[in-house]
């Protein structure tokens, strides 16, 4: 069979996802591989349409389309994003429905499932065959019973395709676009005080409801807040993944267009941060892709902590639940505190109105009362992942996120908690007494789960 293999790596060639696909290949020599370096080559293949046209044709002639990328901030490449994007519209959607798909993904399996969450839905909403996907860590590849792991997932993949055998579908289509919005009488002004607020946006159109609802919230701030729009800003690629940061946080980038100023002067030093975004296929633009791509010169240090953060989003938001998620994980584990996603899915402008309204009354009054809301799962489990990672194995190249973990206790390891340690050992070896095991699990446990919390509150 002939595969295509869209590489997702702005490394192109040195991209350690290309590398399984390489492993494939070479243990299944009778199918044809070969590889299209979309990422790396994104702006010469967006400004030469005749480039374009040929990498669509070998889509067309492919038996199987394998999608091969790196995780970067919860999803794809932004040069992928792209690529995606121009796929709808340049028309040129007919060249992969009802092609058999799959999906290879490496990382540190920080999010990695919201990155194929999305690729398997952008497949679905092609109209392709989806035959799975496998997310590997970078250093799988080393491990005997990982590479035959792959195997097995690649062999059952190509004999299903071969075999014309159906596949199954997951994602919904997307929900119908929301009705258009039209802001009533100015609102009443919220005293920002002192605080800074930054709004981001990027829509090239003033008329359309993320432009609307931008000029909402700035008349709600009495015109206080400070617009920048990222089509505007002169940013001349993504992160191309070098990791030259990894040592100081200085991105080779940095004199080469206006990002890393704007993100250190504006970004970095507001207190209150509004993104603005319309979804585009399963996610946001990816411009906005690329903002985050490009944060990622300061690492995992959460570079806008303990900031207040409101999102407005236009578009399908309630039929792609992977993106709340990927922004709520986001905010979480750089420690700012997300005070509400705000879509334009509302019944009606009156509504609309009301939450946006509200949207920045909330984030002055949370910015003076210095208040964030309690991480979940997704801010303390990926924190984890990255401290484990931080301390371990990607300590280099990573030595600055190491210092600051070290300085500003990111490394909270369990182990460290002496006073549990010993309790734990202590009743541990009470509860081998029967009779005490007994008192304890049948009839004390309950009560003295809840005794501490009980005297704060009698203390109240």
């Not at 293999?5 to 590398?19: E, F, I």
């Not at 919904?172 to 709004?199: F, T």
């Not at 946080?249 to 975004?277: H, K, Q, S």
């Not at 791509?293 to 989003?313: E, L, N, T, W």
Request: glycine share 4%; with cysteine.
């Amino acid at each position: 069979m002939n595969i295509i293999v869209l590489n997702g790596s702005p490394k192109g060639d040195l991209s350690a996802t290309l590398q399984y696909v390489h492993y494939i290949a070479k243990k299944y020599p009778q199918h044809k591989f070969s590889t299209l370096h979309i990422a790396r080559d994104i702006q010469k293949t967006e400004n030469d349409p005749q480039r374009f046209a040929a990498v669509i044709d070998q889509v067309a002639a492919a038996d199987i389309v394998l999608w091969s990328f790196p995780l970067y901030y919860l999803l794809v490449h932004a040069h992928y994003k792209r690529f995606i994007e121009l796929i709808w519209e340049r028309r040129a959607t007919a060249a992969f429905q009802g092609k058999y798909t799959l999906a290879i993904a490496t990382s540190i399996h920080c999010y990695d499932h919201t990155a194929l969450q999305y690729i398997r839905a952008v497949c679905d909403d092609l109209g392709m065959r989806f035959l799975g996907d496998f997310s590997a860590d970078m250093q799988d590849l080393l491990d005997t019973d990982k590479r035959k792991q792959l195997l097995i997932f690649a062999d059952n993949a190509l004999q299903t395709a071969a075999q014309q055998r159906p596949t199954f579908c997951v994602s919904q289509p997307a929900a119908v676009k929301p009705l258009p919005y039209c802001p009533g009488p100015a609102p009443s002004a919220v005293n920002p005080i002192d605080k800074k607020i930054l709004i981001v946006t990027d829509t090239k159109d003033s008329a359309s409801n993320q432009a609307q609802m931008v000029s909402r919230l700035q008349a709600r701030f009495g015109g206080n807040g400070t617009v920048v729009n990222l089509q505007e800003l002169r940013i001349e690629t993504s992160c191309l993944g070098c990791i030259q940061c990894g040592y100081d946080n200085c991105c080779p980038l940095e004199d080469r267009d206006d990002f890393i100023p704007f993100y250190r002067d504006r970004v970095m030093t507001a207190d209150i941060l509004i993104y603005a975004g319309t979804i585009r296929d399963r996610y946001l633009s990816a411009r906005w892709k690329t903002f985050f791509d490009r944060s990622f010169f300061m690492g995992h240090i959460p570079a806008i902590k303990d900031k207040q953060v409101g999102f407005v989003i236009a578009g399908p938001l309630s039929a792609n639940p992977h993106l709340r998620e990927i922004l709520q994980a986001y905010f979480e584990m750089m420690e700012a505190n997300l005070v509400a996603i705000v879509s334009d899915e509302c019944s009606d402008s009156l509504t609309l109105d009301g939450q946006l309204d509200l949207l920045a009354l909330q984030l002055i009054t949370f910015s003076q009362q210095n208040y964030r809301k309690p991480r979940t799962f997704l801010g303390i489990a990926g924190h984890k992942l990255l401290r484990d990672a931080i301390w371990g194995r990607l300590r280099f190249p990573f030595i600055a996120d190491h210092r600051y973990f070290k300085t500003h206790g990111g490394y909270d390891f369990p182990q460290r908690d002496w006073r549990s340690r010993l309790k734990n050992g202590f009743m541990m070896l009470l509860m081998k007494i029967p009779w005490i095991r007994e008192e304890v699990y049948r009839k004390r446990i309950k009560s003295e789960m809840v005794m501490a919390l009980q005297k704060i509150v009698e203390e109240a």
